[in-house]
């Protein structure tokens, strides 16, 4: 008990003396988690917006497949990544593995489909309200589909946090393409993995609380400017 | 009743419907349907509950296909080509998640025109001025109703189809919405409305379209049709009596 309080105390004292190891990695963990949510909302949304609105051929498997891709194990993506990145693999020439750029897409492969999913989701039950009236107004597709991420967009900001949420909060794909190096690829998750197995739960305790004050401000953040679009009733 | 206006929907008349049929959930809807429309000005569409009339706009204005029969309009047939010279505003408006003035605006900008004075013309119009910058959806009903019409007219159709705009609105946005469909009528602007209130019918009709079962029962200028209708089913249903 004695030692968790002693935890909890150097914990404080890291965070509180901005520690240059603890803002290294806090700093590279949002890059990261961040850059691999921009390319999931490049990539997600406009494919979850094309499935909501546009029918072909396929589609339902389409979609069947993209929701069971919201849960791919991190692991297995992390695997995957590195025999794509390795100097074996197709990818071997970009030189990405063990740098931060194997560490987003890694993480842009896992949060995508929920970008996706979710995006359409929400543009779905909006294109069924919409439909009608874009009918009789002849909107071309293309209009239709940014009008529809226009009007949804302080929903689809829920759908980012939940990506980022999955992003900051991921180990295992991480670890396996970073590597865990110290001032280049070591990232809050993998470190708190480290520093546990290393007994150094000071470092391990302050970075988690560093990750949940990150996670609340995120969701706090959001949550209140959803609230204040739906006070002006434009949710 | 308003007088005949200037020809400008000439591009989209004659309308002529032959033998239409739409049928849903094994219930014929509309059955071997015939309409011929010519004439400009404001054509009103009456019937009782359940008749077809709303089934009816949504077909001729292209929005869904019936089974059978054909909808020409002027040689054009009827499909997107047609429809992007019409509007259509619904009993229930759709508006966008958006500003009062975003709403009309996304419509002028689909038109190609981005005219900030055009904008404001129309929110004048519909009394919507002052509320541009609010959100079109915190808007009272009527406020609603108000402004899918200006940003229906916005599209500067040549054929305007109203489904039953006014209803459960307040005297007030009914006069301005009545008002706002005479203007576009003056202005040559075809109009095809579908409503129960059989005032409302006299104050704008120019012809009415009387509807049962599906099929066009009566199809006679207003004045004739309210002072005698031909059917029994009209009789009763002007008479004020359950039309079944």
Known sequence: MQDFAEAFRLAFG??????????EIIGLSLRVSLTAVLVAAVLGMPLGALLATVRFPGRRAVVIVVNALMGLPPVVVGLLVYMALSNAGPLGFLQFLYTPAAMIIAQSILIT????????QIIEEMNFEYAEQFASLSVPWHT????????????????LLAGFGRAIAEVGAVIIVGGNIAHLTRVMTTAIALETSKGDLALALALGIVLLVIALLVNAAVMSLRAGAERRAHA | MLDQPVARSATQLPLAVAGLCFRAGGSTLINELDLILTDHGITV?????????SLLVRLLHGLIEPQSGSIDWNGKGCGQHTRLRQAMVFQKPVLLRRSVAANVDFVLRLK????????EQLLAQANLLAKADQPARALSGGEQQRLALARALASDPDVLFLDEPTASLDPSSTQTIETAIAEASGR??????????????????NDVVFIHRGAVIEHAGADGFFKQPASMAARDYLAGKLVI
């Open chain 1, 144 to 159: 239709r589909i940014i009008a529809l991420i226009s009007d949804a967009r302080y929903a689809l900001l829920t759908v």
């Open chain 1, 113 to 120: 489909p929920i970008v996706a999913a979710l995006t359409r």
């Open chain 1, 14 to 23: 890291l965070v509180a003396a901005m520690d240059a190891n603890l803002v």
């Open chain 2, 45 to 53: 569409v009456m019937g009782p509950n359940g008749a077809g009339k």
């Open chain 2, 188 to 205: 040559g602007v075809k109009i095809v409305l579908v409503t129960h209130d059989a005032g409302q019918a006299r104050r704008l009709a």
């Open chain 2, 112 to 119: 190609g025109i981005a005219d900030r004075e055009r904008l």
